[in-house]
């Protein structure tokens, strides 16, 4: 029920205002004075106040002034004698709903009290529906992020480990092969967390030497080396109060370990040639392709820094573990990259999904958006087809990853490399040795393929015949 306080010292109009409450079905409350009315105000939290504007121990514009730094959303209605109209006008924009002057009729009061009430359930209907668009919000971060695709058993227990993790401190560290979204991982976590409002500091440790390294995690003073012309942020000080994201750890250096682990022990540090120890507040994600337990082993990674930083492992399956998940996939990735390749597919044949979900893919759900973005550029129609895929998706190839695994006793890198050799020289042969045409077919660099041709003493094309090599576009 509804609930109003009606504060007047004139007991018989304070009686009536209460009944004509009362019919209109509300809960009410009265005091005789302004310091009891705020009393009862503090311990009743009603919906509705009506108060006297002029009492004799705290008058109606202190009452006003109380509730509304009580509750700013308030809805008070003052009651003044004719004399008093100004004092109630500036009371209203102080905070007041509405005035009423006496002597006023029942139904008047009536009019007031249910445009009142009904600005007051207008409020609360819009408070509950920001608090349910802001749960709406949460419930999409803690769904983590859209390019987390899937519903199968194994990727549904990454998410629930994600979830549980998301609302810790602890640092979180993320491996398996390439190409299997650890990123996506490490960015839902830092959403999902109650850093999200901070950075989200990303740093790929394989891509920088390691004097480079340090420089770009700890930051440097000026002069620290040749051409620190200025003093420079590291990435700890710039992740303040969110997250830090180390890709690749496994590639980073004995010494950049070290002073890692201090980080994480002590949440301190020194830029490189400075003296000053500088602290920060960051949560550490960590991710590799790499077996960190065998790195530890052969002694190529300290294993002090791997139980820092294996405190909450978080495994990413291969995509060929979760085939499932490749139908939602190629409809997520047809959808988000349509607008940039303009293509008029908007989805795939039977026979399409069948290629995609017998092939290996040793690069992952990486190596899938890449060939759907390949198909899509070269799509024709509506739909998708076989014709439109690489040739090693396409056709028979794709298959034989599999088969091949299945009937020979030998490993997978193995099978890999010497399907990849057959693939290369099948589209060399189609393209009629033009290198850059042959790059296309693969859906790979031409400096990549460059690389492969010489590994695989593969025949290349004449220099004079190069010259005709059509411009990748």
């Known amino acids: 029920m509804e609930t109003a306080l009606v504060i007047e010292d004139n007991e018989t109009l304070r009686e009536g205002v209460v009944q004509v409450l009362e019919r209109m079905e509300l809960d009410v409350y009265s005091a005789s004075g302004g310091a009891l009315g705020l009393e009862l105000f503090s311990e009743q939290s009603p919906d509705l106040v009506i108060t006297d504007l002029k009492m004799d121990d705290v008058d109606g514009m202190e009452v006003l002034e109380s509730i509304r730094e009580m509750d700013d959303e308030a809805v008070v ?6 004399g008093s109209i ?4 500036d009371a209203m924009r102080q905070g007041a709903f509405d005035f009423i002057a006496k002597p006023f009729p029942p139904d008047l009061l009536r009019t007031r009290v249910e445009r009142a009430m009904g600005i007051r359930r207008e409020r609360q209907r819009a408070e509950r529906l920001e608090n349910e668009n802001e749960m709406l919000r949460r419930d999409f971060v803690q769904g983590f992020d859209s390019e987390i695709v899937g519903d199968s058993p194994s990727i549904k227990k990454v998410l629930k480990r994600v979830k549980r993790a998301a609302n810790s401190q602890s640092t979180v560290f993320i491996f398996g092969e390439s190409g299997t979204g650890k990123e996506l991982v490490a960015r839902a976590l830092h959403r999902a967390s109650p850093r999200a409002d901070g950075p989200f500091v990303k740093v790929n440790c394989s891509a920088l030497a390691e004097s480079l390294l340090e420089s770009e995690l700890f930051g440097h003073e000026k002069g620290a080396f040749t051409g620190a012309h200025k003093r420079r942020l590291g990435r700890f000080e710039l992740a303040d109060g969110g997250t830090i ?11 950049i370990q070290l002073k890692l682990l201090r980080v994480l022990q002590e949440r301190e540090f020194e830029r490189v040639g400075g003296e000053k ?5 960051v949560r550490v994600v960590t991710a590799t392709n790499q077996d960190l337990r065998q790195a530890v082993e052969d002694g190529d990674f300290r294993e002090d820094l791997f139980y820092r930083l294996h405190i909450i492992p978080i495994e990413l399956p291969p995509l060929r573990q979760r085939r ?8 997520h990735f047809i959808a988000k990259l349509g607008p940039r390749t303009r293509s008029p597919a908007t989805k795939v044949d039977d026979q399409v999904l069948r290629s995609l979900r017998r092939y290996s893919w040793p690069g992952n759900v990486r190596e899938l958006e890449n060939v759907i973005e390949h198909a899509l550029v070269f799509a024709d129609g509506e739909v998708i087809t076989t014709d439109d895929l690489p040739p090693m998706i396409g056709g028979d190839a794709g298959k034989a990853v599999v088969e091949l695994a299945a009937v020979e006793e030998r490993s997978l890198p193995d099978v890999l490399e010497e399907l990849e050799k057959e693939l290369i020289a099948e589209a060399f042969q189609k393209a009629d040795g033009v290198k850059t045409e042959t790059a296309r077919l693969l859906g790979i660099k031409a400096s990549a393929l460059y690389y492969k041709l010489e590994k695989y003493e593969i025949e290349e094309q004449d220099e004079d015949d190069t010259q005709q090599e059509p411009a990748v576009t």
Not at 277 to 281: A, G, W
Not at 324 to 331: H, N
């Open 77 to 82: 209605i003052m009651m003044t004698a004719f």
């Open 245 to 255: 994201f180390l890709d690749e750890i496994g590639d980073i250096s004995k010494a």
């Open 86 to 89: 100004e004092r109630a006008v």
């Open 277 to 281: 120890t500088l602290s920060t507040d």
């Open 324 to 331: 499932g998940d490749i139908g939602p996939l190629v409809e």
